[in-house]
């Protein structure tokens, strides 16, 4: 059993480093996470605790408790409605007003890049495969952008792919559905936390999909503005 005062401290670290709440009914959960890794590490809750306070997130003793904690949630195409607006309206408009200077997107919280490559694949059949279209994707977790950077997915998570990009951009193998190597290249991933690290500029679209139902509503209020 670990003692309160301990999980209160990590629930502490989880809202200010990274702007993650715990919500009712998840200490269990957050409880399980901690006595997991405090054993990987070799060391008691406390002691972990007490080393973990001090990280970053993105610091390596601190990382394999991000990736246990969060649930990475996402999928190709995951709203329609965004994507129909992407297309019909939000690229057609862009690439008037940008005329031969880059479209940029970002995919904020992109988690393990369904999100970004579906962008990827947006800008490729309403642009032109050859059109100015830089797509930058971030997440906190560097285990979730190593798998980004794969790019093979399992079925569930393309199942809301429309047929016209299923055939033209993703591949069926033995390990699942890869990524064409022509979106893949258009996609940049790096490691970034919403809550303290400085945003890129010069942005004309912005996907954040997975990660506000996570954070505490300051931390919310301070990326949305």
């Not at 031969?100 to 970002?106: D, E, M, T």
């Not at 059949?125 to 997440?139: I, K, Q, Y």
């Not at 560097?142 to 980004?148: F, Q, T």
Request: net charge neutral.
């Amino acid at each position: 059993m670990t003692p309160d005062p301990v999980l209160t401290q990590v629930e502490h670290w989880l809202s200010e480093r990274c702007g993650l709440e715990v919500l009712s009914g998840e200490r269990p959960r957050l409880e399980k996470a901690l006595q997991t890794c405090a054993a990987a590490a070799g060391l008691d809750p406390e002691r972990f605790a007490e080393r973990l306070a001090p990280c970053d997130p993105g610091d390596a003793f601190a990382r394999p408790f991000i990736d246990h904690w969060v649930i990475p949630e996402t999928s190709f195409f995951r709203t329609t409605a965004h994507f129909d607006a992407l297309t019909d309206r939000v690229l057609p408009e862009r690439r008037a007003a940008r005329g031969p200077r880059p479209i940029r997107i970002w995919s904020a919280a992109c988690s393990t890049g369904p999100e970004a490559y579906s962008l990827a694949m947006v800008a490729d059949r309403v642009l032109g495969p050859h059109a100015a279209v830089e797509v930058m994707a971030t997440d906190l977790r560097e285990a979730a952008l190593a798998d980004a950077r794969r790019a093979v997915y399992p079925e569930r998570t393309v199942q809301r792919t429309p047929e016209v990009y299923r055939e033209r951009y993703l591949h069926r193998g033995a390990e699942g559905w890869t990524v064409d190597p022509a979106i893949r290249s258009r996609v940049r991933f790096e490691v970034h936390n919403l809550t303290c690290d400085p945003y890129p500029t010069d942005i004309d679209v912005i996907f954040c999909r997975n990660v506000l139902i996570y954070f505490a509503p300051p931390a919310r209020r301070k990326v949305l503005e």
